[in-house]
């Protein structure tokens, strides 16, 4: 065995050793690009994907945001409408992105909680595809009926629905659209007021509420956004709200909670995420933006306007949010055995 100063020896550690140097200083020099990339960032315009149409309420609020979030980070934000598919179209778009953080999704209950039960096969991981940037708001649902319907309050209403029954079918309701939160919201409302209810989807808020109150379906969940105005005007009449807490502007409207159906809670919601690796830094500076918005005054005036609930949250606790979610949601899914295929 060669002793350890021996030639061949040194000469392999001289190898080792300047390998070693060579893999140290180009890790280094990856860092520090890496480091650099992220202190410049962001350096040109940033896409925001709304897998929605233009005009709707996630398009509003993420203009809204967007437009607060540009002054911040000293760059533009563009809009880019990508629906279909119950958001899967969008979300696919931004997960196949470079994850670089020039790339932002508006993501909701649908994208991240309900997709993963109501498609055999999904174009995303909504667990692993993304890296949240934090929550934003939740549009409160409320239980409204057609006012011909006689029902003032939530014990008053499931007497009447289950008077329709006939059969399998019962009274019908309406909802955006198959999986929508509204949707979900009303299986989760018949398994625990045990109630039969047929679905009649429609393609967006707006048909749907128009033929609640036209009275060609009776009822359905609306969202405060949607609804806003057919229930200040009398068009819509209110049974209950699906939150924790009563809503600001329907004060007057008890929760379903408080009349009796205990722990019943529904929301539609939704947060802003990037592809799935973003270095931690650009994550960091997108919430602070994102944060810092909700401290301006227009986007404040705006989400009011809305109807719509704050909820501001930490990257870690969107992730954790979401998790609850789909551990709520499925269930729910699966008993009522809701697909969109």
């Known amino acids: 065995m060669p002793h350890?100063?021996?030639?061949?020896?040194?000469?392999?550690?001289?190898?080792?050793?300047?390998?070693?140097?060579?893999?140290?200083?180009?890790?280094?020099?990856?860092?520090?690009?890496?480091?650099?990339?992220?202190?410049?960032?962001?350096?040109?315009?940033?896409?925001?994907?709304?897998?929605?149409?233009?005009g709707g309420g996630t398009d509003v609020l993420a203009r809204t945001l967007a437009e607060s979030m540009s002054r911040t980070l000293g760059q533009p934000i563009v809009i880019n409408n990508k629906p279909g598919a119950a958001t899967s179209i969008g979300a696919a778009y931004v997960a196949e992105a470079k994850a670089d953080g020039y790339t932002l999704l508006s993501a909701d209950t649908a994208t991240l909680a309900a997709n993963p039960f109501l498609y055999r096969k999904l174009p995303y991981d909504a667990e692993k595809s993304f890296a949240p940037i934090g929550l934003t708001v939740r549009f409160p649902l409320i239980l409204a009926v057609n006012p011909q319907v006689p029902a003032k309050d939530l014990k008053e209403f499931t007497a009447w629905a289950k008077a329709q029954q006939s059969?399998?079918?019962?009274?019908?309701?309406?909802?955006?659209?198959?999986?929508?939160?509204?949707?979900?919201?009303?299986?989760?409302?018949?398994?625990?007021?045990?109630?039969?209810?047929?679905?009649?989807p429609y393609r967006g808020a707006a048909p749907a509420i128009q033929d609640?109150?036209?009275?060609?379906?009776?009822?359905?969940?609306?969202?405060?956004?949607?609804?806003?105005?057919?229930?200040?005007?009398?068009?819509?009449?209110?049974?209950?709200?699906?939150?924790?807490?009563?809503?600001?502007?329907?004060?007057?409207?008890?929760?379903?909670?408080?009349q009796g159906l205990k722990g019943f809670e529904a929301y539609a919601w939704q947060g802003v995420v990037v592809?799935?690796?973003?270095?931690?830094?650009?994550?960091?500076?997108?919430?602070?933006?994102?944060?810092?918005?909700?401290?301006?005054?227009?986007?404040?005036?705006?989400?009011?306007?809305?109807?719509?609930?704050?909820?501001?949250?930490?990257?870690?606790?969107?992730?954790?949010?979401?998790a609850a979610e789909r551990a709520k949601w499925g269930p729910v899914i699966k008993a009522a055995n809701i697909t969109v295929e």
């Not at 602070?288 to 609930?309: M, Q, T, Y």
Request: with cysteine.
């Open 212 to 258: 609640v109150v036209g009275g060609q379906i009776p009822f359905m969940f609306v969202d405060t956004a949607a609804g806003k105005a057919f229930l200040e005007s009398g068009k819509l009449k209110p049974i209950g709200v699906a939150s924790d807490r009563r809503v600001r502007g329907f004060n007057t409207v008890p929760t379903l909670n408080e």
């Open 275 to 322: 592809p799935a690796g973003t270095p931690a830094p650009v994550v960091a500076k997108l919430h602070k933006a994102l944060h810092d918005a909700f401290n301006d005054d227009n986007v404040k005036a705006r989400l009011i306007a809305l109807g719509l609930e704050a909820i501001q949250s930490t990257p870690e606790e969107m992730a954790a949010y979401a």
């Open 167 to 200: 059969g399998p079918n019962g009274a019908n309701y309406g909802s955006p659209g198959a999986g929508s939160p509204h949707h979900l919201a009303t299986a989760l409302f018949a398994q625990q007021t045990q109630l039969t209810l047929t679905h009649v």
């Open 4 to 54: 350890p100063s021996t030639p061949a020896v040194c000469n392999t550690a001289r190898r080792l050793f300047t390998a070693g140097l060579a893999t140290t200083l180009m890790s280094a020099g990856l860092l520090a690009a890496g480091s650099a990339s992220a202190q410049s960032y962001p350096s040109k315009p940033i896409e925001w994907v709304v897998p929605y149409p233009a």
